[in-house]
């Protein structure tokens, strides 16, 4: 990541970088609780729907924390992170979209990588 060069830059890396931890912490939250309503013991899409939930209620958890770091932090590892949370939230979305009533968590999650792709434009 190029360091900001003037003021209006660096307002808006750190701008960009809260937005895309806010959209991770709801998406978090989001794929947490869609994933409580899937019950553990149903049909295999079901499970593949809860465990996704699950692995992306995590990754984005950890993107967050990662991102509210006040440290200097390894450029490539931000980006590494980034991405992947934007493929997993992704992914997550669209298993969403085939499970009936979570359609605000597949729109949660999509925010989410939308966040992530405008920060990583950032770092670029």
Same mark, same amino acid.
């Given at each position: 990541?190029?360091?900001?060069?003037? %003021? %209006? %830059?660096?307002?808006?890396f750190?701008?960009d970088r809260?937005? @895309?931890?806010?959209? @991770?912490? #709801? !998406? &978090?939250? +989001?794929?947490?609780?869609?994933?409580?309503?899937?019950?553990?013991?149903?049909?295999?899409?079901?499970?593949?729907?809860?465990?996704? =939930?699950?692995? !992306?209620?995590?990754?984005?958890? +950890?993107? @967050?924390?990662?991102? =509210?770091?006040e440290?200097?932090?390894?450029? #490539? =590892?931000?980006?590494?992170?980034?991405?992947? @949370?934007?493929?997993?939230?992704?992914? !997550?979305?669209?298993?969403?979209?085939?499970?009936? =009533? +979570?359609?605000?968590? &597949?729109?949660?999650?999509? +925010?989410?990588?939308? &966040? !992530? &792709?405008?920060?990583?434009?950032?770092l #670029?």
């Amino acid at each position: 990541m190029t360091p900001p060069t003037s %003021q %209006q %830059q660096l307002y808006r890396f750190l701008e960009d970088r809260f937005t @895309c931890a806010q959209a @991770c912490t #709801e !998406c &978090a939250r +989001a794929c947490a609780v869609r994933a409580s309503f899937v019950d553990p013991d149903g049909t295999e899409h079901q499970e593949r729907v809860r465990r996704l =939930g699950i692995m !992306c209620a995590e990754v984005c958890d +950890a993107t @967050c924390r990662a991102l =509210g770091e006040e440290n200097r932090q390894d450029e #490539e =590892g931000m980006r590494v992170r980034v991405e992947w @949370c934007r493929s997993v939230c992704l992914e !997550c979305a669209r298993a969403f979209d085939a499970h009936p =009533g +979570a359609e605000s968590a &597949a729109a949660t999650c999509r +925010a989410c990588a939308d &966040a !992530c &792709a405008d920060f990583l434009k950032m770092l #670029e």
